[in-house]
């Protein structure tokens, strides 16, 4: 952003953008995904992936949501939830692809760098997944798609990004549909 963008109340962050495309593709869940989130939000009791292959995937959680005034995606166990996600919920095809989409990522990752992508610098994780993600944009399925999307659906479904990041209050007060966000304190789930 440039140094004007904080004046600017067009322009927003990344992570706004991001939790506000969460909160859009939220209402496009399919019925089944939404079954499948609150039993996969629960700790793993063991990893149903490869030890490496959860090393690639905790390293691209945490990059495609990294920490920043906020807890990042492996703050708040998005790693934990995808692999469980994987072991108990996915199809047989979205755990290949998941699989392949990880390998493929661990595969460029030596390439380019010759070194596992969980011992990169942050600067080059992001540059193999930008990669990895360019290589598939016109690819349906995307297997980097199925990680970004189940990486933004652990994250915006954990209990921490839910009280500390969207501020959901299970239990409101009164309704009122005509009060300004401002009035607010500009939360989207806050009465």
């Known amino acids: 952003m440039g140094p004007n963008a904080s004046s600017d109340p067009s322009i927003i962050s990344r992570r706004e953008a991001i939790r506000r495309?969460?909160?859009?593709?939220?209402?496009?869940?399919?019925?089944?995904?939404?079954?499948?989130?609150?039993?996969?939000?629960?700790?793993?009791?063991?990893?149903?992936?490869?030890?490496?292959?959860?090393?690639?995937?905790?390293?691209?959680?945490?990059?495609?949501?990294?920490?920043?005034?906020?807890?990042?995606?492996?703050?708040?166990?998005?790693p934990a939830f995808i692999d469980r996600l994987y072991g108990e919920f996915?199809?047989?095809?979205?755990?290949?692809?998941?699989?392949?989409?990880?390998?493929?990522?661990?595969?460029?990752?030596?390439?380019a760098h010759g070194a596992g992508f969980s011992t990169l610098t942050a600067a080059q994780q992001d540059t193999v997944l930008r990669g990895v993600a360019k290589s598939q944009q016109d690819k349906e399925p995307s297997s980097f798609g199925l990680l970004r999307s189940a990486t933004i659906l652990g994250y915006f479904t954990s209990e921490p990004v839910g009280l500390k990041v969207l501020h959901y209050d299970p239990v409101p007060g009164a309704y009122d549909g005509c009060v300004p966000i401002d009035q607010v304190g500009r939360r989207n789930w806050t009465t």
């Open 21 to 78: 495309a969460a909160l859009l593709a939220g209402v496009a869940l399919s019925p089944e995904w939404l079954g499948m989130v609150g039993r996969a939000q629960t700790a793993a009791a063991k990893a149903n992936l490869a030890p490496a292959l959860s090393a690639t995937l905790a390293a691209a959680a945490d990059r495609i949501l990294p920490r920043t005034d906020t807890p990042g995606a492996a703050d708040v166990g998005v």
């Open 90 to 111: 996915m199809t047989p095809a979205e755990q290949k692809l998941l699989t392949q989409g990880l390998q493929e990522i661990e595969a460029a990752a030596r390439s």
